[in-house]
């Protein structure tokens, strides 16, 4: 029978540490005063890439790699979602996709972030909107373009804008964004 | 139900880090304070307690799942009934509540409610983003999330429809950190001005740095019990202050995870469903609403928070509440930004929709005690956080809103020097209080009311 390993291999990678400070002997004063050390910390990655599915919200994102916005409608309320909805929540039946791109649009609520998450930090100041539509119920969160953002004003609430749309796609809502209706 | 008193609490101090210990031992310090304030060693009331539920947000911050049986064990609960509950900011509130139906119900006489955030372990940018997740990851994470952004445009909607103003919302910012200066389990200990707000480096317009809650390491746990285990705590040798602290009201609402999606509800749906029974009895506030809807303002839209409505009026109905304002000697309110506290006494009928605004600079929600450093038009009223809320406390998520009812219970046990070795935060003779926990852009909303028995 073959000798079986009982020991494991040093690698180089990683935290290496020698000489961490410690008490010679493992006497009670010892043992007590391992209390006053302060913490240790180290580094732990934690990195993901997930394969998420917009289900059957995809048909949006496919109308805006073709510069369309669509919407989802009640077949019987007409209650209207800018946002895709595969069912309405009032009647509970599926909804109908309709065609919002030259819907006349306005400015909701705005703000500007001058700090945000990690992942759009290197993106800040950036402008982001709350979007009405005529004879739409319900908002569409996007990024403004076209306007100051070191001069915002509560008169951008109101102001007719317009939807642009990413010449090459992400596939992300980001793909349609609005500005002033007159730029 | 049968009755439900909240006898004891704890809270750790809340820190920015709190690296000297893991989150398991930090949760310990708030339970072993909570029992020790009842005269209890840890193996009796171990023996006593009938179960637990575990409060935090999120596994993103702990890199680890399962955090809530980590901590049932190392507080020595096991095999005991336990669960966790999540729901973004109000988990708090949620795990109060749920603790509460545990013993209501009969499930449990003894049960304890802890929770702990350690939001530390990553930069506060990456925080942010982990917070924001909390948001629609197909729609609205990836536009720009950020939930300083997202509360910056409820309130540009706020501004533009009502009127209110910057200086408003910092008087928000002022009051709770000049309270918080005397509390010292705040994590901030600073007293600022109106200018200092408006000062503070810009997040989100309008919101400054000084407009918004900081992120937390921290932990909380309350003790609630019911007769019978009231009997066998006090026959263990417990000693509980009296008269007791009950719980006597419980209300909760939700939302559409998007605020995109909220509707614009008509006058008459807002009347019918909403309105509280002080509005609906008021010809004068029909004729106010009946003008601003005239003038546009639909309900909910982006500028109020259903949940909130309906958790308030829930509550208020089951406590036997009519008006809130009058009726409450103080409220622990999520005060996650200045903006969100004006929305709220909105939504809780502290005042009308539209009203929260001059209700923020009038005085009412103020401490008598206290000097603030503002003239201040009317007295106060209703204390609205007296700790000094999120903005100065400390917002360690899951712990928040236990921390919320500590306070609350030391407010109504008439504790608040012993606790705090300072009683210029103890509301006089404080009879009735609430607690109000609230999640994401206002998706789940809890309210909760204890009283002090007579």
Partial sequence: MSKLPTQREETLGGYIVHGVPFPVGTDDEAMEFLKKMTPIQIEQEYKITYLHSYGQDSPWFAALTNKRLLASRDPQSGYTYANPRGHDMYSGAETKWVDITNVPAKVHAFTVCYFGSEEFLPETPFVLALIEFEGVNTLLLTRLMGVDPQAPSLDWIGMEVKPRFLRNSKLKPTDVYFTPAGE | ?454
Avoid at chain 2, 187 to 212: E, F, G
Avoid at chain 2, 288 to 302: F, I, M, N, Q
Avoid at chain 2, 335 to 358: F, H, M, W
Wanted: charged share 20%; net charge neutral; proline share 4%.
């Fill in chain 2, 1 to 454: 139900m049968r009755p439900v008193y909240a006898i004891s609490g704890g809270v750790s101090k809340f820190a920015k880090a709190r690296p000297d210990k893991t989150f398991q031992a930090i949760i310990k310090e708030a339970y072993d304070y909570a029992i020790a304030d009842i005269g209890l060693d840890f193996p009796t009331f171990t023996r006593i307690v009938d179960g637990s539920v575990a409060s935090y947000f999120s596994d993103h911050f702990t890199r680890q799942l399962m955090a809530g049986i980590m901590a049932q064990d190392y507080l020595g609960l096991c095999p005991k009934p336990g669960h966790r509950v999540e729901g973004g900011g109000a988990t708090g509130g949620l795990c109060f509540q749920e603790a509460w139906k545990s013993v209501a119900s009969g499930h449990m006489d003894v049960c304890v409610a802890y929770g702990f955030e350690t939001m530390s372990h990553v930069e506060t940018w990456k925080g942010n983003e982990f917070i924001a997740l909390a948001s629609d990851a197909s729609f609205d994470y990836p536009v720009g999330g950020f939930y300083s952004g997202y509360y910056a445009m409820m309130v540009t909607r706020h501004m533009k429809e009502f009127g209110t103003t910057v200086e408003q919302m910092a008087h928000v910012s002022v009051k709770n950190y000049c309270n918080a200066f005397h509390n010292p389990y705040a994590q901030k200990s600073q007293r600022i001005t109106i200018q200092d707000v408006r000062n503070a480096p810009m997040v989100a317009w309008p919101l400054t740095r000084l407009d918004i809650c900081v992120m937390s390491d921290g932990a909380a746990a309350v003790i609630l019990c019911s007769e019978e285990g009231l009997k066998k705590l006090e026959a263990a040798g417990a000693k509980i202050p009296r008269p007791l602290v009950k719980v006597t009201g419980i209300g909760r609402g939700t939302d559409a995870m998007r605020m995109a999606d909220r509707p614009h509800f008509d006058y008459e749906t807002f009347m019918r469903d909403y309105a509280t029974e002080q509005e609906k009895s008021s010809d004068e506030t029909r004729a106010y609403y009946k003008k601003l809807w005239e003038h546009g303002t639909r309900y909910p839209g982006v500028h109020s928070f259903r949940a909130g409505r309906a958790a308030g009026n829930m509550a208020w109905k089951h406590a036997g509440i009519r008006d809130p304002l009058h009726e409450l000697d103080f409220i622990e309110l999520h005060d996650a930004y200045t903006s969100s506290e004006i929305q709220t006494y909105e939504d809780l009928g502290l005042c009308r929709y539209g009203e929260g605004g001059p209700f923020a600079e009038s005085g009412k929600a103020f401490m008598p005690n206290i000097d603030y450093g503002l003239k201040l038009k009317e007295k106060p009223v209703c204390a609205v956080n007296p700790s000094g809320g999120l903005i100065a406390c400390g917002h360690p998520v899951g712990a928040t809103g236990l921390m919320q009812a500590v306070f609350a219970v030391w407010q109504l046990q008439g504790t608040i020097k012993k606790h705090f070795r300072d009683d210029r935060l103890q509301v006089q003779n404080a009879k009735r209080g609430a607690i109000h926990s609230h999640a994401g852009t206002g998706t789940y909303v809890t309210v909760s009311v204890l009283e002090r028995e007579s």
